[in-house]
């Protein structure tokens, strides 16, 4: 089943997720921990599976910062940086979770047996027999291949069977893929510090 996630569904999950702060906001780790267990573990349910914008990845960073600084007490006049206020509760953004997670995910399926109805979607995918999509869909081949492609000097790639094949390969080996999904994540981090 096909998720879609519109800017009407992020405002719904981002609107049904709030968090007030308790009533000792100085205590930083057992404010961390309350909203990890609560907020993170609602909002990112099954994010493995998200095929998200970059606009949809900022606002759910954005969402998770102002999560951050109610659980913090953290007002108007005070200003924090993001790297400082994601240092304060011992954290990083939500895309960068989202991306490992999916990075999880995906190298879980490709161990797996390939008639398992997962692999058969990917390799389904990249049938070039009947009628493609029109327009720009937003797939999750079409994330995961834009996460592969912000690792710089790296043929990899994630737009034929040929590339699923390489990256089953890849994905046998779990030390090869542990350090794959770290140059993933690195990449990223690296991006989001340049904006």
Partial sequence: ?????????????????????????GDYRATAVLRLSIMKSVLTYNCGTWALTQSQEERLNTFHRKQLKKVLNIKYPVKITNPSLYNKCNDRPL??????????????????????????????????????FK??????????NRD????INSNL????????????????????????????????????SEH
């Fill in 1 to 25: 089943m096909e998720q879609h996630h519109t800017k009407k569904d992020l405002r719904c999950l981002c609107g049904q997720i709030t968090l007030k702060p308790p009533y000792d906001a």
């Fill in 157 to 192: 790639q994630l737009k034929s069977s040929h590339d699923l094949e390489h990256l089953r390969c890849i994905a046998q080996q779990r030390d090869e893929w542990t350090k794959l999904t770290a140059r993933i994540r690195e990449a990223a981090e690296a991006s989001q």
């Fill in 95 to 132: 895309s960068i979770f989202i991306l490992e997670s999916r990075w999880r995910l995906f190298g879980h399926i490709l161990r797996r047996d390939s008639q398992i109805p997962a692999n058969q979607a990917m390799s389904g995918y990249f049938v070039t027999e009947g009628s493609k």
């Fill in 148 to 151: 592969l492609s912000r690792i």
């Fill in 135 to 144: 327009g720009r869909p937003l797939t999750l081949p079409v994330v995961l």
